[in-house]
């Protein structure tokens, strides 16, 4: 069995602004009747969080079954990830190349995750970190670089809601725009 999450994060969040964000966010997804605007026990692994609106359908792509877990809105960095298993690549921001992390066969490539480890672990101290690509040696803040999957995406500002059908592009599309047009990326995995 398991929990599943769906974790819309808003990339251009900064530490400054992303508590005022997290409000507009939460004002749009209230008036939109997607959440409630009252606290409950209804996410996993945090006190409270937002239940499902009685418009929770307009977020989603079918309304295959009704949610049964509520939005938690994460502030402060955070490494956001998909939960089970790993990524299978990075991709470059310069050139576009793929680190590969495994093989076609899924066989680990030995020494290819650590630079990004390291990125990883650094970023979530530091707040900064680059990592040199493997192809064309030049080297991109970590932030910058993409995830097979979108495994991962580092942040200050993540809406994780539990146990929700698939959402629709439309429903996204609005929550970016009520972030102020930030790029967004959706990051979801099962716990």
């Not at 929770?56 to 955070?78: C, F, H, M, N, Y």
């Not at 493997?134 to 932030?143: I, K, Q, S, V």
Request: charged share 20%; net charge negative; proline share 6%.
């Amino acid at each position: 069995m398991g929990n599943y999450f769906q974790t819309v994060v808003d990339l251009d969040a900064t530490p400054a602004d992303a508590r005022t964000l997290a409000d507009s966010g939460l004002d749009w997804l209230v008036r939109e009747g997607i959440v409630r605007a009252e606290l409950t026990d209804c996410v996993l692994g945090a006190p409270s969080g937002h239940p499902p609106g009685p418009s929770w359908a307009k977020a989603v792509d079918q309304e295959d079954w009704e949610p049964s877990g509520g939005l938690a809105i994460e502030t402060g960095r955070t490494v956001f990830h998909c939960g089970q298993g790993d990524p299978r690549f990075a991709v470059c921001p310069h050139c576009a190349g793929r680190a590969d992390f495994c093989t076609d066969r899924l066989e680990e490539i030995e020494g290819a995750w650590e630079p990004f480890g390291e990125a990883i672990n650094a970023w979530s101290d530091t707040g900064s970190a680059a990592v040199t690509c493997p192809h064309c040696r030049r080297t991109g803040d970590l932030t910058a670089w993409t995830w097979s999957d979108d495994y991962f995406a580092l942040g200050y500002l993540g809406f994780e809601f539990w146990d929700w059908p698939d959402f629709s592009p439309g429903f996204l599309e609005g929550l970016s725009r009520a972030l102020g047009g930030h790029r967004t990326v959706l990051v979801a995995g099962k716990l």
